[in-house]
């Protein structure tokens, strides 16, 4: 089946440690997102990347790392500079030039 | 960057009702998307949009892309219990950047 694998699901970390999320694509998207979702706040950008070994900062970067060394794959680090690392990311693919991304199941995550 | 601004922000309707929400921008948008989020799990696209004044339709979803290019609507006829979640309404902010996102309808059906 073709998809967007996130994992884990669900994650705890201690305050002061990174830690890193997959995300995994076999749609042969060029394309990856990873976005942040908090209560009420809907979906936010940290970082995407149209094409390996490239990638920009969205709107909320800071205290976020991210490599795009393969097409299939995007993990999203977070770092103990973030400051409030606490939310539900969502990994999404699409096309190049294609407007309509698809959706992993997302990762929760919880710092202790 | 871009905001879309959603309404309502949470809706609490009877089972069998209709359910009417909209997203409007500051600016044009040459394509409108409409998902929907369970609880814990990602948003799964359910209509794009991508000319004005387009009405189409998936089920018992229907969505219109506003003529002004501005604005777009999501109805969903004779609501089931399943039909619980966000709806969040997107966009590509210009071009080929990624997309944008309201905050999202949350919405609640009553048996």
């Known amino acids: 089946d073709g998809g967007i694998t996130q994992s884990p699901k669900y994650l705890f970390r201690k305050e002061g440690q990174n830690v890193t999320l997959s995300c995994e694509q076999n749609?042969?998207?060029?394309?990856m997102y990873w976005y942040r979702q908090d209560p009420g706040q809907g979906l936010r950008l940290i970082y995407y990347?149209?094409?390996?070994?490239?990638?920009q900062k969205g709107d909320i970067a800071e205290g976020y790392s991210v490599s795009r060394e393969k097409k299939e794959s995007f993990p999203l680090t977070v770092t103990s500079a973030q400051k409030n690392p606490t939310a539900f990311y969502l990994c999404?693919?699409?096309?190049?030039?294609?407007?309509?991304?698809?959706f992993g199941q997302g990762t929760r995550l919880t710092v202790v | 960057g871009q905001q879309l601004n959603q309404s309502p922000q949470s809706m609490f309707i009877q089972e069998g009702e209709d359910v009417s929400m909209n997203c409007t921008s500051s600016?044009?948008?040459?394509?409108w998307l409409w998902y929907k989020q369970d609880p814990g799990e990602g948003p799964v696209l359910l209509i794009a949009?991508?000319?004005?004044?387009e009405l189409t339709s998936n089920g018992r979803l229907t969505a219109q892309f506003g003529i002004t290019r501005k604005d777009s609507f999501l109805n969903i006829s004779a609501s089931i219990p399943s039909d619980v979640g966000i709806y969040f309404c997107?966009?590509?902010?210009?071009?080929?950047?990624?997309?944008?996102f309201g905050k999202g309808t949350r919405l609640s059906v009553i048996a």
């Open positions: 999404a693919s699409s096309t190049t030039g294609g407007t309509e991304a698809f």
């Open positions: 749609l042969n998207h060029d394309a």
């Open positions: 990347s149209q094409i390996v070994n490239d990638f």
């Open positions: 600016s044009i948008f040459n394509t």
């Open positions: 949009l991508y000319k004005a004044g």
């Open positions: 997107a966009g590509p902010d210009s071009g080929n950047t990624p997309l944008v």
